[in-house]
């Protein structure tokens, strides 16, 4: 059976921070509201959105994290809006630090299997700050404590509209996680910007991770945790 | 504006277009006027030819947008709004262990893409732009990751009318390739994409000046809130004509300027992460 979902976006930063709007973010999110099967738990954007619900509580300078009551609920979150090679922009100053950094996030020690990042870079190559290391495997492989794959970009991306239907419609269509999102990338992005589909999963021993689909999403219990080891991938869209 | 456009853009900058034709589908969206049925017809056509071409069952699912067959080996789509198509060797398209791999040879499979295209009669991709490889990176639990390793290559094709490329998800066609293990040096082809739409030439309209489009492009919605301290610097601008993703109906094809601007917000916030910096800006080049 397909399992539970949660949404995260933010279309109007406001300036913030130097961040220009990404006004497409919540139609793109409220696509794959409207086109997931399965039970939507939440669905915050903009001045509601926090980082704190991907973060793990008690860790970082900023330790708030609330990811047991939020993330960690749900078999699949999906974050639209502005990325970078560390983490995700969620909004304004003031809550948290609204940064959810690679550094603060432990995912599916609950029930979190995976995390959709629809922006920018967060699984590039390259520096990331805050002492976080420039390779995105070694960057990222920290947050999977359960979590089966980590879906995004490899570098800069386009604020669609229509990304989020797509990828439930081939989730719908039985495709496997990895393949629905590749596909939603190469349907919504043009050859001019050279951008890169990513994907991260972590496999072990006794779990392989390569096939998982949504429609048995409520099938994949067991946790690819300890992690033998992880696959970053990476295509042209 | 910034001298990277000048020095970058010079000849579009200085010798600009004046007119360019709108390219109307061939076959467009019921909305303007063509039933669903006349398109399903076209779709159901190009699955069953690409469908024998590639031995898969002529029969299909009706999707959304699509017409779509698949088992867990082999994938084919064939696409209700325009003349596009997908077929996708689902088990040899996402290899992952670099150990079993060796990258194909980018001049063989550009040669085999080519004739590939001509075999299918996919004419309209006629304009090489390169390859890029499948890359796959493998790493522990900690200590060192290994380097990303090529183990699958895409040839991309794409299209131009009278010289200005055509954009957009909706306008590209690429064959990938993994080297064959039964015979090396001959490329295998596991995936072969091509989104686009049959065009005729309509009438021509004056275009806005690449000036003109660029101070649209700084004046766009989406910066409205920066503050005026944050600077703005053209990347790009060229005069393109842009195609929505292959699911999306359309009508035409009408001249856009594609505009890459970088906003020049890394190392200011205090922050520790670098944030996004570039982003595009598509301004309609018709005079209105």
Same mark, same amino acid.
């Given at each position: 059976m397909p399992g539970t979902f949660g949404l995260i976006w933010v279309a109007e930063y406001k300036g913030t921070?130097?961040?220009f709007d990404v006004p497409n973010c919540a139609p793109n999110a409220q696509g794959l509201s409207k086109g997931l099967s399965g039970t939507e738990k939440f669905n915050v954007g903009n001045d509601d959105a926090q980082d704190i619900y991907i973060e793990q =509580?008690?860790?970082?300078?900023?330790?708030?994290?609330?990811?047991?009551?939020?993330?960690?609920?749900?078999?699949?979150?999906?974050?639209?809006g =502005?990325?970078?090679p560390g983490g995700m922009a969620v909004r304004v100053a003031g809550k948290d630090d609204s940064y959810a950094k690679a550094s603060e996030i432990r995912l599916g020690d609950g029930q979190l299997k995976w995390l959709v990042v629809d922006g920018c870079e967060v699984l590039q190559h390259g520096s990331a700050g805050g002492g976080m290391p420039d390779n995105a495997l070694a960057r990222w492989r920290v947050i999977f404590t359960g979590l089966r794959q980590l879906l995004g970009f490899a570098t800069e991306c386009h604020d669609v509209a229509d990304r989020g239907s797509l990828f439930a419609q081939h989730l719908g269509a039985k495709l496997t996680m990895r393949e629905a999102w590749i596909k939603a990338c190469m349907e919504t992005e043009g050859h001019h910007a050279n951008v890169r589909y990513a994907y991260l999963r972590a496999k072990s021993d006794a779990v392989d991770t390569a096939n998982d689909k949504w429609d048995t999403a409520t099938l994949h219990s067991d946790k690819p945790s300890p992690a033998s080891g992880f696959v970053l991938g990476t295509g042209i869209c | 504006m910034s001298s990277s456009?000048?020095?970058?853009?010079?000849?579009?900058?200085?010798?600009p277009p004046h007119v360019s034709p709108v390219w109307r589908f061939v076959h467009p969206s019921s909305a303007d006027g063509v039933p669903a049925s006349v398109r399903r017809r076209r779709a159901v056509s190009r699955y069953e030819h690409f469908a024998q071409e590639f031995g898969i069952p002529l029969h299909f699912e009706e999707g959304v947008d699509r017409l779509m067959w698949l088992?867990?080996?082999r994938s084919l789509e064939s696409y209700l709004p325009t003349d596009s198509i997908w077929w996708t060797d689902r088990l040899r398209r996402f290899p992952e262990d670099p150990g079993l791999f060796t990258p194909p040879n980018p001049a063989a499979c550009l040669d085999r893409a080519a004739a590939i295209l001509q075999e299918l009669g996919l004419a309209h991709a006629e304009h090489e732009l390169g390859t890029d490889g499948i890359d796959i990176s493998l790493g522990a639990t900690s200590g060192p990751v290994g380097e990303p390793v090529q183990t699958a290559l895409t040839c991309r094709f794409g299209t131009e009318l009278d010289?200005? %490329?055509?954009?957009? %998800? +909706?306008?590209?066609?690429?064959?990938?390739? /993994?080297e064959n293990a039964d015979d090396l040096g001959v490329p295998q082809l596991v995936e072969l994409l091509s989104f686009w739409r049959q065009v005729e030439r309509g009438e021509?309209? %004056?275009l806005i000046a690449p000036e003109t489009a660029v101070a649209k492009a700084l004046g766009d919605l989406r910066f409205h809130d920066l503050d005026a301290s944050v600077p703005r610097d053209v990347l790009r601008a060229m005069l393109t004509y842009y195609a929505p993703g292959p699911h999306r109906l359309a009508s035409e094809l009408k001249p856009k300027y594609a505009v890459q601007i970088? /906003? +020049?917000?890394?190392?200011?916030?205090?922050?520790?992460?670098?944030?996004?910096r570039t982003t595009w800006v598509y301004v309609d080049a018709a005079e209105s």
């Open positions: 921070l130097g961040l =509580h008690g860790i970082g300078v900023a330790s708030a994290g609330k990811d047991a009551q939020w993330a960690d609920t749900v078999d699949l979150v999906f974050f639209s =502005h990325g970078a | 456009l000048m020095d970058s853009n010079r000849s579009m900058m200085e010798l088992d867990d080996e010289g200005i %490329p055509v954009i957009g %998800p +909706g306008a590209k066609t690429y064959l990938t390739f /993994v021509e309209i %004056p970088r /906003v +020049g917000i890394a190392g200011e916030t205090g922050n520790s992460i670098a944030l996004p």
